[in-house]
Nanobody, 122 residues
Framework: QVQLVESGGDLVQAGGSLRLSCTASGSIFGISTMGWYRQTPGKQRELVASITTTGIRNYADSVKGRFTISRDNAKNTVYLQMNSLKPEDTAVHYC????????????????WGQGTQVTVSS
């Protein structure tokens, strides 16, 4: 059984910063790409940022220059540093990861965290 547990969501004023963390635990043989998505009511979940095992990063245009994704492979943890927050960043933020739960090299499955609320007031 694999779990992704997020933390760090909070209420913050516009212009402020938050750091989200997500740690994977359980029977893990390897983790590939990790990422953060967000969702607001009535809208589809959208990619915020992702990072590969070798550190290649991808960002949504709306967060480029403000958010930074990083990971600690030894701790099975991914972070999202969010600076210069705007009210439009308000959303439930979800951690996502491709995780290998058996020794088979091609047995990666996709997992989601439970979500953490980020609220930015104007």
């Amino acid at each position: 059984q694999v779990q992704l547990v997020e933390s760090g969501g909070d209420l913050v004023q516009a212009g402020g910063s938050l750091r989200l963390s997500c740690t994977a635990s359980g029977s893990i043989f390897g983790i590939s790409t990790m990422g953060w998505y967000r969702q607001t009511p009535g809208k589809q979940r959208e990619l915020v940022a992702s990072i590969t095992t070798t550190g290649i990063r991808n960002y949504a245009d709306s967060v480029k220059g403000r958010f930074t994704i990083s990971r600690d492979n030894a701790k099975n943890t991914v972070y999202l540093q969010m600076n210069s927050l705007k009210p439009e960043d308000t959303a439930v933020h979800y951690c996502n990861a491709w995780i290998r739960t058996t020794p088979a090299l091609d047995s990666f499955y996709n997992y989601w965290g439970q979500g953490t609320q980020v609220t930015v007031s104007s």
